[in-house]
């Protein structure tokens, strides 16, 4: 295992992650940690202190610095753009000061075990153009001992990055060297993690399945609506589904209708989870990827333009993806 881990962007997924793996690696090891959000760094270094050493960082270049395996999980492209290529600040202007110490420690370290040289990078949901770019960077930056680059999107919200139960796709291949690296490192945040087969296929996967994921909360809120409208009682309903061919993860673990599941974000007022404006992000991002393929999304403009009228709301902005059953005017349950 590396030593020195890296973690940028702590926020409702990042955190209870990075809680994981502060809490699974060795005391020794070190968890170097940067966010945009001062009072997240603090949070977590008074709360996670205990388990091993916590360096907070002042920017992303000074997380390469400090660590050899980093992990990033920020909100959108953008951000990751920021956080991996910033001229002065991002995290390849560490390798450029400082890439043979870098990567050589590297080298004779992954040695021992057969593996080529590398540090690791992990990325959060964004677009494959970008995530193969940043990729590409990684590469150049040290052309003589080259870092390697992984999309490792996650799936399984926040609830399932508290219990350490989350998917893992990896834009890796299954005999990829480092797999079995990768594999021990996130098996203390989640329970599944498959290579799919190369770089930007995690990513490839990921918008994929959250395509279907944003349109089946939908669709489950409008029938939810439509059923109780017509008389039924929402936990009767959704239980119906569950045994009824509309039935699905979200109907039996995040039902949009407040209730239903009494321990899901949805009944705690829509707070946490996966917020409307990222499904919107992760919509969109398909269906540009989709027009790129030549892949028909029937569905793919009324999804999106509900998602985007909430993420516009204000009352909704912040909230739960799911609030989308309160943006149609779904009834109260009784
Ligand atoms: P979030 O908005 O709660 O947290 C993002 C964090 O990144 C914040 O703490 C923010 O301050 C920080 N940040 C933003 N820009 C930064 C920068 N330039 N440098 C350092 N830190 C920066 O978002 P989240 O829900 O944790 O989601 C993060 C990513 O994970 C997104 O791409 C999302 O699509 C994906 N994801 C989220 C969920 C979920 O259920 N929330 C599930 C799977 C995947």
Excluded at 202 to 228: C, D, H, P, Q, V
Aim: proline share 6%; glycine share 10%; aromatic share 8%.
């Amino acid at each position: 295992l590396p030593q020195r881990f890296g973690w940028i962007g702590l926020g409702a997924m990042g955190y209870p992650m990075a809680v994981q793996l502060r809490r699974k690696i060795p005391n020794s090891s070190e968890l170097c940690i940067f966010d945009v959000n001062q009072s997240v760094l603090q949070r977590f270094q008074q709360e996670e202190g205990d388990f091993g050493p916590i360096r907070v960082a002042s920017k992303a270049k000074e997380v390469a610095e400090k660590s050899d395996f980093i992990i990033s999980i920020v909100p959108e492209g953008i951000h990751v753009k920021e956080v991996y290529l910033h001229p002065e600040d991002g995290l390849l202007a560490a390798e450029d000061t400082s890439a043979k110490i870098f990567v050589d420690w590297q080298v004779s370290k992954y040695s021992h075990h057969g593996l080529i040289s590398h540090s690791s990078f992990i990325s959060s949901t964004i677009d494959p153009a970008t995530s193969l770019a940043v990729g590409r960077a990684v590469h150049a930056s040290h052309p003589a001992t080259p870092s390697k680059f992984y999309d490792a999107p996650v799936s399984g919200g926040t609830a399932g990055a508290s219990k350490a139960i989350l998917t893992f796709m990896v834009g890796a291949a299954p005999d990829d060297p480092i797999f079995p690296l990768l594999q021990e490192i996130f098996s203390y945040m989640g329970t599944s993690i498959h290579p799919l087969g190369g770089p930007s296929l995690g990513l490839a996967a990921k918008l994929s399945n959250n395509y279907l994921s944003g349109m089946i909360a939908l669709a489950t809120a409008e029938a939810m609506n439509l059923g109780m409208r017509l008389g039924l009682d929402s936990k009767v309903l959704s239980n119906c589904f569950a045994i009824s061919s509309g039935g699905s993860w979200v109907n039996s673990t995040v039902n949009p209708v407040p209730g239903v599941c009494p321990d899901a974000v949805t009944s705690k007022g829509y707070e946490g989870g996966f917020k409307v404006q990222l499904m919107k992000k992760d919509m969109s991002l398909a269906m540009d990827a989709a027009r790129k393929v030549g892949a028909k999304l029937v569905l793919g403009d009324a999804g999106l333009s509900a998602y985007s009228a909430a993420a516009e709301d204000p009352r909704f902005r912040d909230k739960d993806s799911r609030v989308v059953y309160r943006w149609l005017g779904g009834v109260e349950p009784n």
